[in-house]
């Protein structure tokens, strides 16, 4: 299905390990707001979705996640290579690394593992697309607060490229939901699921606009 570029998306080259910025970022592979779980969410809602142009856009946005599930990955990893057992007790990464060494383990910053329940996916065009909405901002705010803790240039660059790409995200996700309320009767559309019911759908959109 994919093509495979042995690259990452945008360069992740961390000069200075800080196991403290690593912590925080972490949060962004594993976390309630993290790539891995808008990967995962937007591949899968696509099946639901009965118009080719929205389900183009969740399968572009779902994949490039995947990438930013690579350079989240490579920041932690470029973080926390050759630390010292000092370094580790002073800057907090103990409690990581006792359970995972070094390894790229997905997690919240909180230490909280990363869940499927913190997935949406409720096969409803309406009900799919108001989440990934939301979730873009989320993540946008998420990179936020990672740029208000952190001071290496290094990373921050990594973390603007991110957070830009999360606005661009939003915007594409709000084409997709105009192309699904103009497909569907506007002043109609929370009276059905038309991914579920088509037939009744296409009655009471005869019977009650002129779309």
Not at 131 to 146: C, F, G, T, V
Not at 153 to 161: E, L, N, S, W, Y
Request: aromatic share 10%; with cysteine; glycine share 6%.
């Amino acid at each position: 299905m994919w093509n495979y570029e042995k690259r990452l998306i945008y360069p992740v080259k961390v000069r200075r390990p800080d196991p403290q910025a690593a912590m925080v970022i972490m949060s962004q592979l594993g976390g309630p707001h993290g790539e891995l779980g808008a990967a995962t969410r937007y591949l899968h809602q696509r099946y639901s979705m009965p118009y080719g142009e929205v389900t183009g856009i969740l399968t572009d946005v779902g994949t490039e996640e995947l990438a930013h599930v690579e350079m989240i990955s490579a920041l932690i990893y470029q973080l926390t290579r050759n630390l010292s057992a000092e370094e580790i007790r002073r800057k907090g990464f103990d409690t990581y690394f006792v359970d995972h060494t070094t390894g790229i383990f997905p997690q919240a910053a909180s230490g909280f593992p990363f869940s499927t329940s913190e997935l949406a996916c409720a096969g409803d065009i309406f009900a799919d697309l108001n989440e990934d909405l939301a979730a873009e901002q989320k993540a946008r705010l998420s990179y936020d607060n990672i740029l208000r803790l952190v001071d290496d240039p290094d990373v921050k660059d990594a973390i603007r490229f991110l957070r830009e790409r999360e606005i661009v995200h939003y915007q594409r996700f709000g084409e997709a939901l105009r192309i699904a309320q103009d497909k569907v009767c506007a002043r109609n559309f929370y009276a059905f699921n038309p991914s579920f019911d088509t037939k009744a759908a296409n009655l009471i959109t005869k019977e009650v606009c002129s779309c």
